[in-house]
């Protein structure tokens, strides 16, 4: 069976490298084992998705304006 055809997106480039590092750091805690799957964008943004912080940081998004609309 083939993957659907997903639209390709554009992560900002200090968010990639963040996750990367998180995934570093997992991995010299011994949190994470030494495979792609475990070291993966996609595992990290899992794991970031199932944090406290994130949901509070959804519910922050909704309401706050872009930093150059603040006067």
Do not use: H
């Amino acid at each position: 069976m083939s993957k659907k055809n997903r639209p390709t997106a554009r992560l900002d480039p200090s968010f990639t490298e963040d996750m990367k590092n998180i995934a570093r750091i997992r991995l010299d805690k011994g949190l994470a084992k030494f495979n792609p799957k475990e070291l993966s964008m996609a595992e990290m943004t899992r794991l970031l998705r199932r944090t406290e912080g994130y949901r509070k940081s959804l519910e922050e998004l909704k309401i706050k304006p872009k930093k150059r609309d603040l006067k």
